[in-house]
């Protein structure tokens, strides 16, 4: 019933079809095979390939049915997401069907058209490989539109891999990883700690250079000229031939490179100016475009660019063997996913056909090459090769610009040279570059360039999270919330609690209409000033929401009303009522703490879900949980008539009085227990036992709460 990822869950009525399993509907497998002939990767219950459709011949029923054709429309789209389950629903006919989900309107768009499909296949209404084309096309522009883009996905899942939660904040590319005060933001590759400056300096390149030639670093000698005379008379200083640039410019937009007289000089000065503020002449760089990436003070990653051509048949122009020659390729392309872009006819391709007598319209004699591009096409791995010489000057480039993650641009013959040795330079230092060269080269193995980032932004062995306190139970979560807080405050931390009551920073009460629910509990996590989280969950908003966190590193479970049921979500029972709450331990991190209330029979159980430590509280000295618990080294709240005693194997720890606030009268029995809760809650934060003891002295109990409701 629940999932460490998000799912997507959906009933579906299926009516009559009840009685035809897919074996039953003539020509229905071998329609589907024919439209999705790529289902044979999945296993299912067989656990080998082809599994799924063995059961289709089977016979199986429309909503496991559903669940596959959503995983496969979405996976042919690019988002392998790969995890599904379809179960019966609490009536005949009526099923639920649970997908993963990154994105809710993609996957709920990607439910829908699977469904569409089914009916289509079961009643043999459309063309079944037209329309999942046309469905994977759909998908595939919704998720490039909604979902992360690929160098941003890359850092994301590298995070998560390591078990470093993320939030998105935004529909772009702005994203939160890890919670509160230990978060760190990314925004594609640029972070929370590139500088402004930095940013600003690399988006110069005349600024950049000279800051780069100071600390010694080779970049090709240059100036800034003001109209296409100046740019002339610069380009004779410097020697020919030049390159004819926007200062600021990027994707290569108004670069001409390699020229020799004064009217390609001249006509690119008029292109590059209005690709930028001003332009720069500079002498041209003999070599291969290179791009390198720079992560910390480390070369992660190098891509070589290529010169691309076509080759003459007598036949064809330019144009068309552009697109015949080039384009075709797969690996081109305008969405992000493709590492090339498909080459057009700009006013660079001009100039280069010019220099060659030719224009697009040419049709060159058979085996004759025309250079197209000398550079744009960055998809070459070589990362193996660079020189250490190479991989200190980009590392320094970086650095001396300012950026912790940098993409340097670097023209030279021979990566796996000094660059010294062959007049290579740097032309260009890029803040926030992509990282798609190095994830899909169209050659040569990919680099796990998010691993790298994601390592730089939490070095391994740091601990990266804040301490989250999840806690849950029927009665009683709201005080024990508070008094969790109250511990916390004490010790120096601010913290963030959402409870029923409302949303608390410190000490401030946030206006706020939201109760206990998934939102507010959200906000804890993303405030950066928080420290430490405090988190009421009510079983609703459990079932219906999930939890707003990843892991905790301490799980509260106070009591279970086996009775508290929702039939409205088809939760009647009481291990159903157990499945939900039990969410709470399953969620505590293996360094982490689970605090049960040894005096419930269900919540004992929950001990042996727990990856980390467990602590009873209890009010029964003969409690046979908590003693067996007890000789096996284990810790333990004992709340007795005048206090509360905190043991551990069989040392008594600490003691506490009881406070008046916590005396239990008739109308709330369970305040001591309460209060129990709270100290184990504080013991397994590590809060030490004098600030608990004050704790408890100075919490000021409100009456509306202090009764446990
Ligand atoms: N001085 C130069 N010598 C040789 N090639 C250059 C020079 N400057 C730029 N280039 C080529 O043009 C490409 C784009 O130039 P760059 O300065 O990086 O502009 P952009 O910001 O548009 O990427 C470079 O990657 C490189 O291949
Ligand atoms: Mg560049």
């Not at 067989?46 to 559903?66: A, D, M, N, Q, S």
């Not at 872009?341 to 004699?365: C, F, Y």
Request: with cysteine; proline share 6%.
């Amino acid at each position: 019933m629940w999932a460490y990822k998000p799912v997507i869950e959906v009933w579906i009525d299926i009516g009559d079809l009840e009685d035809y399993p897919s074996n039953l509907i003539p020509g229905f497998y071998d329609r589907l095979v024919k439209a999705l002939p790529s289902l044979q990767e999945h296993r299912c219950t067989y656990g080998e390939p082809g599994g799924f459709l063995k059961r289709v011949e089977e016979g199986t029923w429309p909503g496991h049915i559903l669940e596959h054709l959503t995983l496969e429309l979405q996976n042919l789209a690019g988002i392998p997401l790969g995890f599904g389950k379809a179960r019966d629903g609490d009536r005949r006919g009526v099923y639920k069907v649970m997908v993963r989900a990154n994105n809710e309107e993609v996957t709920l768009t990607a439910l829908k058209y699977a469904r569409d499909l089914y009916l289509a296949l079961v009643q043999d209404t459309k063309n079944p490989v037209a329309e999942v084309k046309e469905i994977v096309e759909k998908l595939r522009d919704l998720s490039d539109d909604l979902l992360l883009g690929p160098s941003t996905a890359c850092i994301v899942n590298a995070a998560e891999e390591r078990g470093i939660p993320s939030i998105r904040l935004s529909d772009g590319n702005l994203v939160q990883l890890g919670y509160g005060a230990k978060q760190r933001r990314i925004w594609t590759a640029e972070t929370d700690q590139t500088s402004a400056i930095a940013v600003t300096i690399s988006r110069d390149k005349d600024l950049t250079k000279s800051l780069l030639a100071s600390a010694g670093v080779p970049t090709p000698e240059g100036r800034t000229v003001t109209s296409p005379e100046d740019a002339w008379e610069a380009a004779q200083e410097i020697g020919l031939p030049v390159v004819v640039k926007p200062i600021d410019g990027n994707h290569g937009r108004g670069v001409f490179t390699n020229l020799y007289t004064q009217k390609e000089i001249e006509s690119a000065y008029a292109v590059a100016i209005d690709e930028g503020s001003e332009v720069l002449v500079e002498r041209h760089i003999v070599g291969d475009e290179h791009r390198l990436l720079v992560v910390g003070n480390k070369l992660v990653a190098a891509a070589k660019g290529e010169t691309v051509w076509v080759t003459g048949d007598g036949k064809h122009t330019i144009l068309e063997l552009i697109k015949i020659q080039i384009n075709s390729d797969p690996r081109r392309g305008t969405s992000e996913e493709h590492p090339l872009n498909p080459v057009r006819i700009d006013s660079a391709v001009e100039l280069e056909l010019a220099r060659q007598k030719l224009t697009g319209d040419s049709i060159p004699p058979v085996d004759q090459k025309a250079l197209i591009q000398s550079n744009g096409n960055v998809a070459f791995d070589v990362t193996d090769l660079v020189h250490p010489d190479v991989a200190s000057q980009v590392v320094l480039a970086a650095r001396v610009v300012g950026l912790e993650i940098a993409g340097i641009d670097l023209v030279a013959q021979d990566i796996s040279k000094p660059l010294a040795e062959q007049n290579a330079a740097i032309v260009e230092v890029n803040a926030g570059p992509s990282l798609i060269f190095h994830l899909k080269p169209a050659s040569g193995k990919a680099q796990p360039v998010g691993q790298e980032i994601a390592n730089h932004l939490f070095p391994p062995g740091v601990d990266y999270r804040v301490p989250v306190v999840g806690i849950c139970g029927e009665k009683g979560k709201t005080p024990v919330a508070e008094m969790i807080a109250h511990f916390l405050r004490l010790s120096n931390l601010y913290v963030g609690l959402s409870c029923s009551k409302g949303l608390y920073f410190g000490s401030r009460a946030v206006p706020n209409t939201n109760t206990s629910n998934w939102e507010n509990a959200r906000r804890t996590l993303l405030n950066r000033a928080v420290e430490a989280v405090v988190i009421e969950n009510n079983h609703l908003s459990m079932l219906i929401e999930g939890l707003a966190y990843d892991r905790c590193q301490v799980g509260v479970v106070l009591n279970i009303d086996p009775k508290a049921n929702f039939p409205q979500y088809a939760i009647y029972d009481e291990d159903q009522v157990y499945s939900i709450v039990r969410t709470q331990i399953d969620v505590v991190l293996p360094t982490g703490v689970g605090v049960l209330n040894a005096d419930d029979a269900m919540v004992v159980q929950m001990a042996e879900l727990c990856d980390g430590e467990i602590i009873f509280f209890t009010e029964n000295p003969q409690s046979e949980a908590v003693n067996t618990h007890l000789q096996k080294g284990g810790r333990a709240v004992l709340v007795g008539k005048q206090q509360i005693t905190l043991r551990s194997g069989k040392l008594d720890q600490k003691s506490i009085p009881v406070p008046r606030y916590s005396e239990p009268d008739a109308a709330s029995p369970w305040k001591a227990m309460n209060l129990g809760a709270s100290i184990a809650a504080a013991w397994a934060l590590d809060i030490p036992f004098n600030v608990i003891e004050a704790g408890v002295e100075t919490f000021v109990t409100d009456t509306n709460t202090a009764t446990g409701a």
